[in-house]
């Protein structure tokens, strides 16, 4: 599943911490001097200082490597520019290297390296560590890491946050700004760092973009760009653009019209629901009425071989019967989004999901069929979707899209309102309707989560899954006006 290469992806990459050393490393051989680099990152933290902040007592926590160097800079800058500052060490850097040649630059105050000094400064900058740190912050650094009262800037990330996976490694304090270089890395979006970062300042620190062909990323930030919304010419008829089939369920009837009013919005020709029975089919009837409701049974709706995509699960019993039907479907050869009742149905049992398209579980789903998910979500999402061969979007505010070939995505624009009853099923029938219409399944799941997003965000609070609905056409007309602007 190559993505598309007339787009353009590098704008979105994400680098983990060895990446991105990777780059640094790559940039130098190239022939930009390491020293250059550093010093573009340090006028980058003294910049964003200047922009944010009122000059004030400022106090730098420099680490013994590259991190601190860049914090030594950034002090010779801001005291240059008028603001009072000092340094606290927590260790000298290495002889020779980048940071003791920018330490020994710095002509102004240094204080020790400890909670008193932290406690009284108007703003810290940490400068300790980077998202590199491959121990548990603990020690010397936490105790004064957690003494800090005043703002704090991070340099890359804030000290003791994984770069990778978002968590806090031991102890990481809460930055109002962080300034990071050249690509952003998954854990300025995963939780809980994407809180703990504050706002993310990216900067360009003169690293070439040719270096990103050498590092080779697999993960990107969710947005147009990653995927190309389906267009239709002025032949396009209701057959060209997909249809789409859904199971619905007897009781829960409410689901299955959630996901068919999605799937008729984000575009599909034709949305036929499935109904178990006369009385449920009766229900289905007096919804929507563009949604085609049929009692004719499974194995008559595969006969017709224009319903390649299918949904499972929105309103369905996590049951044998549910994971019997998924497994027809999938045996026929359909592209199938498998959510709710058909996970449930799986649960325990991953091998049961795979030749699925997608898989769209949040993360109590994704417990009961993989196993918790555990600190590092996108290893597991990547995990899960290896085992099963489909696509899985692992959901929530920081919702992670997996390919089987280890391609990623970091889906960062979800806002808090969509933690409500039926949105899940609006997602689900959005990447079904995507799926029908052309779309390929990473690119369909990412096209769904952002659209998804950016609806509820043009929404605002007071938010239910009817509203999201009305909304996906323009949150996709949107979509379309970012990928011209690129």
């Not at 020779?96 to 020994?104: C, E, K, L």
């Not at 224009?306 to 369905?316: E, T």
């Not at 600190?375 to 061969?389: E, F, I, N, S």
């Not at 659209?451 to 509820?456: P, S």
Request: with cysteine; proline share 8%.
């Amino acid at each position: 599943m190559p993505i598309a290469p007339h787009l353009d992806l590098s704008r979105l990459a994400l680098l983990t911490p060895e990446e991105m050393g990777r780059a640094d490393a790559a940039a130098i051989a190239g022939g930009t001097p390491g020293p250059v680099l550093m010093a573009a990152a340090g006028r980058a933290v003294a910049r964003a200082a200047r922009r944010h902040f009122r000059p004030v007592r400022c106090l730098v926590l420099a680490g013994p490597g590259n991190n601190g160097g860049d914090g030594y800079v950034a002090a010779r800058l801001l005291e240059q520019a008028g603001w009072p500052v000092a340094v606290a060490a927590l260790a000298p850097p290495r002889p020779g290297s980048d940071a003791a040649g920018a330490a020994a630059a710095w002509r102004g105050p240094m204080v020790p390296f400890g909670p008193a000094e932290a406690a009284r400064a108007g703003l810290v900058i940490d400068a300790v560590f980077g998202a590199g740190l491959a121990r548990d912050l603990d020690g010397p650094a936490a105790a004064v890491l957690r003494a800090v009262r005043a703002p704090l800037l991070a340099v890359d990330v804030p000290s003791g946050l994984d770069g990778a996976t978002g968590q806090p490694r031991g102890f990481a304090p809460q930055a109002a700004l962080t300034v990071t270089f050249f690509r952003l890395k998954p854990g300025h979006l995963l939780l809980p760092g994407r809180g703990l970062c504050g706002e993310v300042v990216l900067a360009d620190i003169g690293l070439p973009e040719g270096v990103l062909d050498r590092v080779g990323p697999r993960a990107w930030r969710n947005a147009p760009g990653l995927w190309r919304p389906p267009g239709f010419g002025a032949e396009a008829h209701k057959y060209s653009r997909g249809h789409l089939t859904i199971l619905g369920g007897g009781q829960m009837t409410g689901a299955a019209r959630l996901a068919a009013g999605a799937a008729h919005r984000a575009g599909a020709g034709l949305v036929t629901i499935l109904a178990p029975d006369a009385a449920a089919a009766a229900l289905y009837r007096a919804g929507d009425p563009g949604t085609i409701v049929s009692e004719a049974g499974l194995e008559a709706l595969l006969a017709d071989d224009r319903r390649r995509a299918w949904l499972i699960g929105p309103g369905l019993p996590g049951d044998a019967a549910t994971r019997a039907a998924l497994r027809r479907l999938v045996e026929a050869g359909r592209q199938v989004v498998a959510d709710a009742g058909a996970l449930g149905a799986c649960a325990g049992m991953p091998q049961a999901l795979a030749g699925c398209a997608v898989l769209t579980p949040h993360a109590g789903e994704f417990a009961r069929v993989f196993g918790p998910a555990g600190d590092d979500k996108l290893a597991a999402a990547r995990a899960a979707a290896a085992a099963t061969g489909a696509v899985v979007l692992l959901k929530g505010a920081d919702t992670v899209i997996a390919a089987p070939d280890g391609r990623a995505a970091i889906n960062a624009n979800a806002p808090p309102g969509l933690a409500t009853g039926g949105t899940g099923d609006v997602l689900a029938g959005s990447i079904a309707a995507l799926l029908a219409q052309g779309m390929r399944a990473f690119e369909a799941a990412g096209c769904g989560a952002w659209i998804q997003g950016e609806a509820a965000r043009a929404y605002g609070p007071g938010l239910v899954a009817e509203d999201l609905i009305t909304l996906l056409p323009n949150a996709m007309g949107l979509a379309r006006l970012n990928l011209k602007a690129c």
